[in-house]
């Protein structure tokens, strides 16, 4: 068998009758499937499969405002995701969920308040002018 390496690629050609017979009933085995790369020696890498890529790939992720991957931290409750609802502002799904239980519109009003930690935005609920905090202090 010919093995070709290419960007993001390992290409397996099989140019002989042998060789299809070997190659052609595994890759029918293994279509589909993800697949981890193992360095097992200076000579040798392993392709182990995981298997169906939509089982493979079904992962858990921590879903927390304060993930290191941007796209995990805004779909948390605590991202700041400002939207308006029946004529009220929101800063964050969390915000409209803990206000939802009150009549008094003033505590739906939606602010932002900065960490002293670091730079990262929390919001806030305001009444008059007392903050109230919806989110706990980033680390």
């Given at each position: 068998m010919?093995?070709?390496?290419?960007?993001?690629?390992?290409?397996?050609?099989?140019?002989?009758q042998?060789?299809?017979?070997?190659?052609i009933?595994w890759?029918?085995?293994?279509?589909?499937?993800a697949?981890?790369?193992?360095v097992?020696?200076?000579q040798?890498?392993?392709?182990?499969s995981?298997g169906?890529e939509?089982?493979a790939c079904?992962e858990p992720?921590?879903?927390?405002s304060?993930?290191?991957?941007?796209?995990?931290?805004?779909i948390s409750?605590?991202?700041?995701?400002?939207?308006e609802?029946?004529g009220v502002?929101?800063?964050?799904v969390?915000?409209?969920w803990?206000?939802?239980p009150?009549q008094?519109?003033?505590?739906r009003?939606?602010?932002?308040?900065?960490?002293?930690?670091?730079?990262?935005?929390?919001e806030?609920l305001?009444?008059?002018?007392?903050?109230?905090r919806s989110?706990?202090?980033a680390?």
């Amino acid at each position: 068998m010919i093995v070709r390496l290419k960007p993001n690629l390992l290409l397996i050609t099989a140019p002989s009758q042998e060789h299809q017979e070997t190659l052609i009933p595994w890759a029918k085995d293994v279509d589909g499937h993800a697949f981890i790369l193992q360095v097992q020696d200076t000579q040798t890498i392993r392709l182990i499969s995981r298997g169906p890529e939509s089982d493979a790939c079904r992962e858990p992720i921590n879903v927390t405002s304060r993930s290191p991957i941007r796209e995990i931290q805004l779909i948390s409750n605590f991202a700041h995701t400002p939207f308006e609802l029946d004529g009220v502002l929101y800063g964050s799904v969390e915000a409209f969920w803990q206000t939802r239980p009150r009549q008094d519109l003033r505590f739906r009003s939606s602010c932002m308040c900065r960490s002293r930690k670091r730079s990262v935005d929390r919001e806030c609920l305001v009444s008059g002018t007392r903050q109230i905090r919806s989110s706990t202090p980033a680390a």
